[in-house]
Nanobody, 112 residues
């Protein structure tokens, strides 16, 4: 069994920053892909950013230049640094590992 512990969400004003963290623990043989998704009310869950164990990174167009994903392989942890936040970034953010495991989600609210 794999557990994902997310932290770092909260309320911030537009233009502000937040940093999300997701630590994986449990029966993990190897972690290849780590990523962040988000789901806003009434919308489908969407990919925000993902990073492979080799360092290949993919971002949604809407966050390019504002968000940065990184990972610490020794700690099985992935981070999402979010800068220049906008009200439309408001959503529940979910960590995902190996396209199988999901975190419980953390709320990010950006006020205008």
């Amino acid at each position: 069994q794999v557990q994902l512990m997310e932290s770092g969400g909260g309320l911030v004003q537009a233009g502000g920053s937040l940093r999300l963290s997701c630590a994986a623990s449990g029966s993990i043989f190897s972690i290849n892909l780590m990523g962040w998704y988000r789901q806003a009310p009434g919308k489908q869950r969407e990919l925000v950013a993902a990073v492979t164990s080799g360092g290949t990174i993919n971002y949604a167009d809407s966050v390019k230049g504002r968000f940065t994903i990184s990972r610490d392989n020794a700690k099985n942890t992935v981070y999402l640094q979010m800068n220049s936040l906008r009200p439309e970034d408001t959503a529940v953010y979910y960590c995902r590992v190996n396209l199988v495991y999901w975190g419980q989600g953390t709320q990010v609210t950006v006020s205008s």
